[in-house]
């Protein structure tokens, strides 16, 4: 007799550890899921983008500026003028050359800018959107013998 009792005691406080590992399980689960939801989604989705189109822009600018740098130098250096008619000649191409550079260059940037802050509005409104729309936990976790 005291083994059925023993046995009916083990059964019962059994099923409390298991459904005390289970409810533990569940609140670890809901925890990685907000971590997910706050810290690495967010980033992954919205911020990378940001991040791939602000390097990408910088890339370009750096290399057309040593593209620049090289092409002026190499102006410089190859065009010997003779006189001072071909000296203000050789003065006046590297100038508009210049100019019209500094224009295109301007206008580059001025609609990266659109792209980046366009982007970067995006980016908070949806990220704002996103963090709204969190709630914790996930999902409905379930003690199995109470309700939560």
């Known amino acids: 007799m005291p083994q059925i009792i023993l046995a009916i ?5 059994g099923a409390w550890v298991v459904a005390a590992i289970v409810w533990i399980v569940q ?6 899921v907000l971590i997910w939801q706050v810290f690495i989604m967010p980033f992954f989705i919205y911020l990378t983008p940001a991040v791939l189109i602000s390097v990408v822009i910088a890339a370009i600018f750096w290399g057309s500026w ?5 092409y002026f130098l190499s102006l410089k250096t190859n065009i010997n003028p003779v006189g001072l008619i071909e ?3 050789k003065y006046y191409v590297i100038s508009a050359l210049t100019l019209f550079l500094g224009i295109i260059y301007l206008s580059f940037i001025v609609s990266y800018l659109m792209l980046i802050y366009q982007s970067g509005e995006l980016f908070f409104v949806h990220v704002i959107n996103h ?10 976790i379930h003690f199995p013998f ?3």
Do not use: D, H, L
Request: avoid cysteine.
């Open 9 to 13: 005691i083990a059964i019962i406080i």
């Open 27 to 32: 609140w670890i689960a809901a925890y990685v």
């Open 66 to 70: 040593i593209a620049i740098q090289n």
């Open 87 to 89: 000296e203000f000649t």
């Open 131 to 140: 963090y709204e729309s969190i709630t914790f936990p996930a999902f409905r």
């Open 146 to 148: 109470w309700e939560n």
